[in-house]
């Protein structure tokens, strides 16, 4: 195991950097702009990286990268004085000088940030929003709780018009705050809000950052001529926004269904659950509601001892006319060894797919025949996976719980993965919609090849009871041979913690789980010591 194994576990992308030299870090920082579009916070973490590093003046690609991300921050962040002052000695204009000038004087001291953080870390969000606005009351033109605010309300979905016809925002500093405003509602999603915002923000401020937002917003409202043409110009002038690239792709040409799928190529639908009868009756209710014509359904109660069992029984008559198999074991064995079981049933292994699911989920209507036609139209896929988000969030997208990732770090006794998300909270306006090749996709609705499952071999017991055992098999698949595909024209709800830094209005992980998080990725460094140039390798041909 690596000295900072722990260290790296805690920090993420800022502990993997430091274990690497200039060269590796443009690298990893190509690597996470060819998956997603770098928000500010992980652009903050790049640049503070790669200008500390010993090698850094003598590197031209460094200090192209850190420009990047310094200007990507200041365009995510427009009033973090920060930013804004590192930004000013790359770029120096009187204009700018006046408007940190004026910000360090309306910012939010030290004494009061280690507040803030101090609330937030112990969840005490009602103290942090009684702090800000008694700021906000004593100088009504305090930026700096005002963008505190804002935060708070993109974090836990409220409603920032509780507060902002109280906030006077200094003249200088209006076009940086126009800039926040939209930003605000354009990443939640809220196009009614957002775009009247974006026609009358300042020409300066029309970032390729900000149009992606811009585009997303578009499309939303039903606009598709004008969101084409913003997502165009961005990567025009952002030649590394892969997602966009990939999203116009998408657009152009659309993944089409193909519904006789549903009854040439037959699919096993497996679901396992333990002690969550309430939830998998929902998720049951929910794949009677799609279009998976009449591939048989297995459902494997796992040693429950609540109400499942009758639940499940009821739930047979909404599927009539269809196979529909109940096996109900004394004990819980766990995840990985309940698909194993699943999979061995034989009228599983007379089907050419298995699809997995969660017994916590909500499928979309299509789901099946969009995931046949993206294996169909290639033999050497072996998984599809889809876009999974949190449950709704009212009056605005939802959060995204996870799309796809690659290797961050294929370093013996120190092997990462990348972020499953593009930023902590990011909603889904729309940007990660289209289809892509990657190392992992989540397991809690996937599609499996049957005959590319027996070559890889069924997912290994020592990830027991559950997690990272659907990661593990992803990466066994892919040192196989086979593709694993993200279908980010299907999204499911998830609507339970299967995570570290889940989002806003989920269930937070308790010690035992944690544990259990920690120890099966120690196993998964274990594991996988020996594939580390291979997967290597692979996340580069990716």
């Known amino acids: 195991m690596h000295p900072k194994y722990f260290e790296l576990f805690r920090q993420g992308v800022s502990g993997e950097l430091e274990l690497l030299h200039c060269a590796d870090k443009v690298a990893y920082f190509e ?9 500010g916070q992980l652009a903050c973490i790049f640049f503070t990286a790669l200008s500390s590093d010993q090698g850094f003046e003598a590197s031209q690609e460094a200090q192209q990268a850190f420009v990047y991300c310094l200007d990507r921050g200041m365009r995510a962040m427009p009033l973090h004085s920060g930013i804004l002052g590192l930004y000013q000695k790359l770029h120096p204009s009187p204009e700018r000088e006046t408007q940190l000038g004026i910000l360090k004087k309306l910012d939010l001291t030290e004494r009061e940030q ?10 005490r969000v009602e103290d942090a929003y009684d ?6 009351r004593e100088n ?9 605010l804002l935060e708070l309300d993109f974090q836990y979905a409220r409603d920032a018009d509780a507060w902002t016809n109280s906030f006077t925002c200094p003249k200088r500093l209006a076009p940086l705050w126009a800039q926040e405003l939209f930003l605000h509602f354009a990443r939640r999603g809220i196009w009614k809000r957002a775009l009247p915002l974006w026609e009358k923000l300042p020409l300066e401020q029309h970032s390729p950052y900000a149009m992606v937002y811009a585009a997303d917003n578009h499309l939303l409202a039903g606009d598709s001529g004008n969101a084409i043409k913003l997502y165009s110009k961005a990567l025009r002038i952002d030649p590394r926004l892969a997602p966009v690239r990939m999203r116009l792709e998408e657009l152009s040409s659309p993944l089409r269904p193909r519904q006789e799928l549903l009854t040439t ?12 009868g309430e939830l998998l009756e929902q998720t049951l209710r929910s794949l009677a509601d799609t279009d998976s014509g009449k591939n048989p359904i297995f459902v494997l109660l796992n040693g429950c001892t609540d109400d499942s069992q009758s639940r499940v029984e009821a739930a047979r008559a909404l599927f009539p006319d269809r196979d529909f198999h109940i096996i109900s074991l004394p004990v819980n064995v766990g995840a990985p060894a309940a698909r194993n079981w699943l999979f061995s049933l034989p009228g599983v292994q007379a089907c050419e797919y298995v699809a997995y699911m969660d017994d ?3 499928l979309q209507k299509d789901w099946l025949a969009r995931y046949l036609t993206e294996m169909e139209a290639d033999p050497g896929i072996g998984v599809v996976g889809c876009k999974v988000v949190f449950p709704p969030i009212p009056g605005e997208s939802s959060a995204i719980q996870y799309i796809y990732r690659s290797i961050s770090l294929p370093v013996a006794g120190a092997f990462k993965l990348t972020y499953p998300t593009p930023a902590d909270g990011i909603r889904d306006t729309g940007l990660y919609t289209f289809s892509r090749r990657c190392i992992n996709v989540m397991g809690c609705l996937h599609l499996l090849r049957a005959s590319a499952f027996r070559d890889v071999g069924g997912f290994d017991l020592i990830f027991s009871p559950s997690q990272v055992d659907d990661l593990d098999h992803d990466l066994c698949t892919c040192l196989k041979g086979y593709k694993v595909v993200y279908c980010g024209s299907v999204r499911c709800e998830h609507h339970q913690v299967s995570g570290i830094g889940a989002g806003r209005g989920t269930q937070r992980l308790g010690s035992r789980a944690y544990g259990s998080i920690i120890g099966n990725d120690l196993k998964l460094n274990y594991k996988h010591a020996e594939h580390m140039r291979q997967l290597g390798a692979l996340a580069d041909e990716i």
Request: net charge positive; proline share 2%; charged share 20%.
């Open 131 to 136: 702090m800000l606005l008694a700021l906000l």
């Open 360 to 362: 916590d989920i909500i």
């Open 114 to 123: 280690q507040h803030l953080y101090q609330h937030r870390t112990e969840n």
């Open 140 to 148: 009504p033109a305090h930026v700096g709780a005002a963008s505190a």
């Open 265 to 276: 190529r037959k699919t096993a639908i497996c679901l396992y659950s333990w002690n969550k």
């Open 31 to 39: 690597r996470y702009c060819d998956l997603i579009m770098v928000e």
